[in-house]
Nanobody, 132 residues
Framework: VQLVESGGGLVQIGGSLRLSCTTS????????IGWFRQDPGKERKEVSV??????????YYADAVKGRFTISSDKTRNTVYLQMNNLKPEDTGIYTC????????????????????????WGDGTQVTVSA
């Protein structure tokens, strides 16, 4: 199983980035994929930013990114994307994708996001830096 992130970088306030999470080694249709952010300077603690279920296409967005981020999936490429628009300094961090079997989803995930401890496999992350 592999999840590989790409697309991070340095961007100015108000700019855009598109992150990619390319997966292999499992059937994407049986899993949900979540994007997490680790804030700079803090002990390792992932914050659930967005997620998508490939069972029914349901999505989750943290309140701080609603209206600015869009998660999508291309099953033909086994890739999940996170389009990030109108970026703010507080969006800075390491963005990592992870998978969870659909059957293991907590019913509250659509409201509360994904629990990092429940995820199965993780990528290595990609750095996003938003500066003035």
């Amino acid at each position: 199983v592999q999840l590989v992130e790409s697309g991070g970088g340095l961007v100015q306030i108000g700019g855009s980035l598109r992150l990619s999470c390319t997966t292999s080694g499992f059937n994407l249709e049986d899993y949900a994929i979540g994007w997490f952010r680790q804030d700079p300077g803090k002990e390792r603690k992932e914050v659930s930013v967005s997620a998508i279920s490939h069972y029914d296409g349901a999505t989750y967005y943290a309140d701080a990114v609603k209206g600015r981020f869009t998660i999508s999936s291309d099953k033909t490429r086994n890739t999940v994307y996170l389009q990030m628009n109108n970026l703010k300094p507080e969006d800075t961090g390491i963005y990592t994708c992870a998978n969870i079997w659909t059957g293991g989803l907590n019913p509250s995930w659509l409201v509360e996001g994904l629990e990092p401890g429940a995820m199965s496999f993780w990528g290595d992350g990609t750095q996003v830096t938003v500066s003035a």
